[in-house]
């Protein structure tokens, strides 16, 4: 049987253009259905300018191997392939493709001079900022070998070269916490530059940088002047290079884009095209440009990016086109989307065209008022030109539909006049999930589409309203699912580095409430559950990825939470001086108190406190922390008692709530086996009480499914998994939802919004139970960090008679594949080479361990 390999990645990202690291680790993934396939050995080889290094290594390491040679120097490319040899008797791997690798700027010397810089006149301070073009023409007098062009803004950019666009990033340099880490991209632009005279124009707006953002009408958060920084280094053919680097000699002036705020939208008038044509090409006339003035050197250091750009990756054409109620002109797109549209359009100069975005309709008009204070509209105005194609270039909308007002009345609006762009983070899609069960295979496309809309350069609580932040207790919330879904390693890598930035800022250690930090002076209190996500969202990563070497990079944030950051009182549970979030958005919270769950805030906050202690003593010990280790299981054990003395009696929790008794028993705080009896039949109780409806908030939820399945409950789960009245995961499907909500009743049963302030239609935190549907209904799971071992172990149930459940794990693509029929249970899985499998069957319970390739498994089942 043929085995092969199929990917080469360096680190974790996508493409190695531009990193950071000098000795990037290296991992292959396999193809093929070889069986039992081991890797014994490899061959690599690194191909350094024009010079080959090849090298033989004895391990059955695929993952993170060591980089092979001397570290690459700033700016030095590299390319890389593998070959792959099983144990005796089995074949090899014919050498992968050659894969490339190149480091970006690694010091401040390596800018060459380049700065920032900004247009020489005074900045915009109470309003939107006016968004500026930058260019600067300059030769090229001999033939060009590579050119590379690094560059970040204050703020958003946009760059061409010659009057072609520079790569296909949208909304770059992403958001970081630019006060300690301002991300830079690098782009391969050879194609774009010829011999002799070039230009290069680039675009800057506002965005998060300078723009309006969070609460309060803040604006200027991190700087009050947009500006450029680039650097264009070419290396000629003879050797030469040739730096252009962003100072006092290029020119700026305003265009046709008016406005352009993340909140408010777009507004871009065509009337200043013609002003502006061939504004990055070398035959331009500048000479009525504005000056530009140095800036003082970004804040934050300069650094490549650890995950993907964003970028425009679906195109959809509206399902229809519609009346409101009072006669506007409405598309419904048929999916809550995240992005914008692109409008293909004629019609008289000066004509206005106004697209006003929405999740919902509301009483036959567009749901406005859920968006708060952010205006979402983008407007157009037309030059008069037959055929005009315009999309917004620094704004993003979570929407649905979209009314269209002032659309020429000779020139038809049809599904072919505007298409909606959907916009995120490339992040690579590793997971798939379907079954029997259409409502859930609804559901399920709801879950990935809130991940996308929500996953735009940071993980974001929604996409839409005057909020889009970087949540962190959502991010802990749905973690597992993000990791299961999409490759998720560098972009939390950089994330969590932007946290532990963070923390460390007056010495607290407090982990805020959302990262990057708004005001970036501003010290949260402390929180549980948001901020132990110091803890859990390394430990899920690890969990998914097995990359020891992140997991000790993330490990000294994850002790500062415990040790430091986390206010104590005698018996070391939470102090409870200082406010919760507790099981925040509980279904019985009034529509405008949120966090007035049924459960104690500081039972929840203890509960999870004595969970991350556990898995801080696991992360001592995977890293070798042998003192901590020990020291962290001492704490946990006594925190767990403490707790018992808070918050039980005799086994009883002080709260007669679904959330409790779920945090006890799949948190493991029951050390009488009697009484976590007693518990297992009270939750069982409550549930079945409650009609099989959800009673969790943000906190309880993730830890509901799997307490009822370690206390045998699986059916009781899928009872509460496929309800379909209101509070449960389907009652938005049934409403018509296509992304996961807010509120479980964001979309009350009359169909109308919700009256709460908070009613976000595309919010991922609920969507955190996919989890389970992977693990449970799917079979799939890492049996050791990383997926070498797959734990496969489907449970059934619910009526469902089939599931097909895929992964793409660093070894290669797991998949289980499972149907009820004529009274058997028939079981088909694919382990790629190098890993194995460990086999649970759902009836009989018997386990078998087996290798890579294809395997069927049957029993009866009546």
Not at 128 to 148: G, L
Not at 492 to 518: A, N
Not at 538 to 547: A, E, H, I, T, V
Request: neutral net charge.
């Amino acid at each position: 049987m043929a085995v092969s390999i199929s990917q080469v990645a360096f680190e974790h990202h996508r493409t190695a253009l531009g990193i950071a690291e000098t000795k990037p680790r290296i991992s292959w993934r396999f193809g093929g259905d070889a069986p039992n396939w081991q890797q014994s050995s490899y061959d690599i080889q690194v191909n350094r300018h024009g010079h080959a290094l090849a090298k033989s290594y004895t391990t059955s390491q695929s993952a993170y191997v060591p980089w092979p040679d001397e570290p690459l120097k700033s700016a030095e490319a590299a390319k890389v392939r593998v070959r792959a040899h099983g144990k005796a008797g089995q074949s090899s791997t014919p050498w992968s493709d050659w894969v490339a690798v190149e480091t970006g700027l690694l010091s401040s010397q390596d800018w060459a001079g380049a700065g920032p810089i900004a247009a020489d006149r005074p900045s915009e301070v109470d309003g939107p900022k006016r968004p500026i073009y930058f260019r600067k023409s300059f030769p090229v007098d001999k033939d060009v070998q590579t050119a590379r062009l690094y560059i970040t803004a204050l703020g958003l950019y946009e760059a061409e070269i010659n009057g072609r666009r520079v790569g296909d990033a949208v909304m770059a340099p992403g958001w970081q916490s630019y006060n300690f880490r301002h991300v830079y991209d690098t782009y391969d632009v050879t194609d774009l530059l010829k011999k002799g005279d070039n230009a290069i124009g680039v675009l800057v707006g506002e965005g998060w940088y300078a723009g309006r953002y969070a609460f309060e009408n803040n604006r200027n958060i991190w700087g009050d002047t947009i500006g450029l920084q680039s650097l264009l280094r070419v290396t000629l053919k003879n050797g030469t290079v040739l730096t252009v680097p962003s100072d006092v000699s290029w020119k700026a002036n305003t265009g046709p884009v008016v406005s352009s705020e993340i909140y408010d939208g777009e507004t871009y008038d065509s009337r200043m095209e013609a002003d502006m044509k061939g504004w990055s090409s070398s035959s331009f006339k500048d000479d009525k440009w504005l000056a530009v003035k140095k800036l003082p050197p970004v804040k934050g250091q300069l650094v490549p990016p650890d995950g993907p750009p964003v970028r425009k990756l679906e195109e959809r054409k509206p399902e229809r086109i519609f009346t409101s109620a009072s006669g506007k002109t409405v598309l419904d797109m048929g999916q809550n989307m995240v992005g914008w549209l692109r409008l293909k359009v004629h019609g008289p100069s000066g004509t206005n065209i106004t697209l006003h975005h929405a999740e919902v309709m509301d009483n036959g008009e567009l749901a406005l008022r859920p968006l708060r204070s952010a205006k979402a509209t983008d407007t157009l105005i037309l030059n008069g030109d037959k055929n005009q194609t315009w999309e917004p270039h620094f704004t993003f909308h979570g929407f649905r539909f979209a009314q269209v007002d002032g659309w020429p009345a000779d020139t038809p609006l049809t599904r072919d006049s505007i298409k909606g762009i959907v916009v995120h983070s490339d992040i690579e899609q590793t997971g798939w999930f379907q079954s029997s069960h259409e409502l859930l295979n609804k559901f399920h496309a709801n879950v990935q589409w809130s991940m996308k809309g929500n996953f735009l350069s940071i993980s974001t609580d929604c996409p839409q309203r005057d909020e889009r932040l970087g949540w962190t207790g959502d991010a802990h919330a749905f973690g597992p699912t993000a990791n299961f879904l999409y490759n998720t390693a560098g972009f939390w890598r950089g994330w969590h580095k932007d946290m532990w930035s963070e923390m460390q800022r007056q010495g607290l250690m407090r982990v805020p409430f959302f990262v990057p930090t708004i005001p970036p002076d501003h010290i949260d209190t402390p929180a549980a559950f948001w901020g132990d996500v110091a803890v859990g969202g390394p430990w899920n990563l690890f969990q998914f990825y097995g990359d020891k070497d992140m997991l000790k990079e993330q490990y000294p944030q994850s002790k500062a939470w415990i040790d430091k950051g986390v206010p104590r009182k005698e018996d070391r549970l939470w102090d409870r001086s200082g406010p919760q979030f507790g099981d925040w958005l509980d279904p019985k919270a009034p529509p405008e108190n949120a966090g007035a769950a049924t459960t104690h805030a500081y039972l929840v906050a203890d509960a999870y406190l004595v969970r991350m202690t556990e898995l801080l003593a696991n992360m001592s010990s995977i890293l070798g922390d042998k003192t901590s280790a020990d020291e962290y299981t001492k704490q946990h054990a006594a925190l767990r008692t403490n707790f018992q003395k808070s918050w039980m009696v005799n086994g009883a929790m002080a709260n007669r709530t679904q959330t409790a008794y779920a945090l006890a028993l799949d948190f493991g705080l029951y050390t009488d086996d009697k009484q976590k009896a007693t518990a297992a039949a009270t939750l069982r109780d409550i549930v079945a009480k409650n009609d099989y409806l959800v009673g969790s908030g943000f906190a309880g939820t993730p830890a509901l499914a799997p307490a009822l399945q370690s206390i045998g409950a699986v059916d009781d789960f899928y009872s509460m998994l496929l309800q379909t009245k209101v509070p449960s995961w389907l009652y938005q499907v049934v409403m018509n939802g296509t992304t996961t909500w807010e509120r479980w009743d964001s979309l009350l049963a009359d169909g109308h919004v919700n009256p709460g302030s908070m009613t976000s239609f595309n919010h991922y935190a609920f969507g955190a139970v996919a989890d389970w549907v992977h693990r449970t209904i799917g079979g799939l799971a890492p049996g050791e960090a990383g997926w070498r071992t797959v734990a496969v172990a489907p449970i059934p149930g619910g009526g469902i008679t089939h599931a097909d459940t895929k992964f793409v794990s660093s070894y290669g693509e797991v998949r289980a594949q499972w149907d009820i029929d004529g009274g058997r249970f028939k079981l088909r899985v694919w382990i790629p080479p190098n890993s194995r499998a460990v086999v649970t069957m759902p009836r009989s319970e018997k386990v078998r361990s087996v290798g890579s390739g294809y395997q069927e498994f049957e029993e009866v089942w009546t």
